[in-house]
């Protein structure tokens, strides 16, 4: 088993349920789980492991900005619905070409990207990356449109 990318769609009421404990997030129904390819989406997206430019440092959010906190014995990040909001709207104005400009399969190795390996096929990788990407900005916009906020972990 791997480390996998979730994202929860979350209600103001509800983050404020899972930080007094009335809920853990194991209890609450994920929304998105993106696998392993969080890092390397983080990654192409933005250059970084971790911390990335915003907004689009708002699709994989990681960074000390974002941290909600641990609860339910993971490290939760935070999204506000305009930060959602904003990070929509970053990949709504990512040009294709732009996008496989910025990936580099030779450089995820290089820098240790997770799960990524040598000897992986960079179309098939890129594919994956696209998906993935295509999925987390369907998420966020319908949740930028519900008035919602975001939380991501890693489990």
């Not at 990335?52 to 900005?65: I, K, N, Q, R």
């Not at 305009?82 to 070409?97: I, T």
């Not at 179309?123 to 994956?128: G, K, P, R, V, Y």
């Amino acid at each position: 088993m791997g480390m996998s990318g979730r994202y929860l769609v979350v209600t103001d009421e509800l983050i404020e349920s899972i930080k007094s404990g009335e809920i853990s997030v194991h209890d609450c129904s994920v929304d998105l789980d993106i696998d392993k390819t969080w890092q390397m989406l983080q990654f192409t997206l933005t250059g970084n492991l971790v911390d990335g430019e915003l907004p689009l440092g708002y699709v994989v959010p990681m960074s000390g900005e974002q941290y909600l906190g641990n609860y339910s014995d993971m490290d939760l990040f935070l999204l506000s619905n305009e930060q959602v909001l904003e990070a929509y709207m970053a990949l709504e104005q990512l040009d294709p070409a732009e996008l496989k400009a910025r990936f580099d399969l030779d450089q995820m190795i290089t820098e240790g990207v997770y799960p990524v390996m040598e000897g992986w096929d960079a179309e098939e990788t890129f594919t994956e990356i696209v998906q993935t990407m295509n999925d987390v900005q369907a998420l966020y916009q319908a949740t930028a449109a519900a008035g919602n906020g975001i939380v991501f972990y890693i489990f």
